[in-house]
C-alpha cells in the first residue's frame, strides 16, 4: 500500500506561483508513475501531468503546458507540481495519483491522495 498527502495548496493570486508537494509513504513509489489531477466544483476530475518513474517522462494538459512543472525525488519519496502563472480558471482541489503504467486515465492509477485546495483570485 502506498499512502500519499499532498500539501502547498492555498490562495493565491492570478500570475502568481504555487508549489504543490506528494510526500509518499508505505512503500516506495520509485516504480510508480505519477500524476497530478484536479477537480473543481461541479466538474469532473481532470488530468494535470505524469510523471514516469524516472523522471525522464513527463506529459501535460494542454491548459497547463508551459505553466506547470512536475518533478519527481525518488530519494525523498516525493513528488511536485510547480504551477507558474496561474489563473482563475486553475481553481481547484489538487490530487496526487500512484500508477501502474504511464497514463493521464484517472480511472489507471492505483492509489491516490485526499487531495489540497488551490485557490486562484483574479
Known amino acids: 500500500q502506498v499512502q500519499l498527502v499532498e500539501s502547498g495548496g492555498g490562495l493565491v493570486q492570478a500570475g502568481g506561483s504555487l508549489r504543490l508537494s506528494c510526500a509518499a509513504s508505505?512503500?516506495?513509489?520509485?516504480?510508480?508513475?505519477m500524476g497530478w489531477f484536479r477537480q473543481a466544483p461541479g466538474k469532473e476530475r481532470e488530468f494535470v501531468a505524469v510523471i514516469s518513474w524516472s523522471g525522464g517522462t513527463t506529459s501535460y494538459a494542454d491548459s497547463v503546458k508551459g505553466r506547470f512543472t512536475i518533478s519527481r525525488d525518488n530519494a525523498k519519496n516525493t513528488v511536485y507540481l510547480q504551477m507558474n502563472s496561474l489563473k482563475p480558471e486553475d481553481t481547484a482541489a489538487y490530487y496526487c495519483?500512484?500508477?501502474?503504467?504511464?497514463?493521464?486515465?484517472?480511472?489507471?492509477?492505483?492509489?491516490w491522495g485526499q487531495g489540497t485546495q488551490v485557490t486562484v483570485s483574479s
Open positions: 508505505g512503500r516506495t513509489i520509485s516504480t510508480y508513475a
Open positions: 495519483a500512484a500508477g501502474a503504467s504511464y497514463s493521464v486515465v484517472a480511472r489507471t492509477y492505483l492509489y
